[in-house]
């Protein structure tokens, strides 16, 4: 009888089985399967899992989502239903930011397309919408589909946020 390390397959005495070319094959396959099946349609994985990364939620009868930032905290509120948002039409979002200083605002695709920003930022004295930072009202038209970065920043902290646009 061959001993167990002349058969790939066989178990060790105190281990799992060797893998045998098969295994790897298989194994193999798996992983293009799995990577295959992040390039089906609606962008690039890393950019679909940025734009379902900042959840939506609902507040004050609007749908929020909480963006990512450093040295600040940053909200949006939208004056629309949920993402995916309309294009070509005006879209309008308010903002919560902390930080010091005036607030920038921009917005485009990974492809370098900008969104129009139609107006804004426009400070806000206050409102019943409760989150942290002074709050700002933008208005943006969104010209083609796809998953928009829309980039904030202020003397002392920036962040941004990613929303889908049908």
Known sequence: MPAATDNPGALEPDGPPRSSKGV????????????????????????????????VTQSDGFPEVEGTARDAELWGLLFTGPPPLPRGEEVKIVWRMTGDGPLK???????GTPAQLVWGPEAHGGS???RPGQEWGTGFVFPKPGCWEIRLSRTRGSGQVWLSVR
């Not at 605002?105 to 492809?111: C, E, M, N, Q």
């Open 24 to 55: 790897r094959v298989l194994r193999i396959a798996v992983a293009l399967v799995i990577a295959m099946a992040g390039c089906s349609a609606g962008g690039p994985p890393r950019e679909r899992e940025r734009c379902d990364a900042g959840l």
């Open 105 to 111: 605002v921009s917005a485009a695709l990974g492809d």
């Open 128 to 130: 019943t919408w409760q």
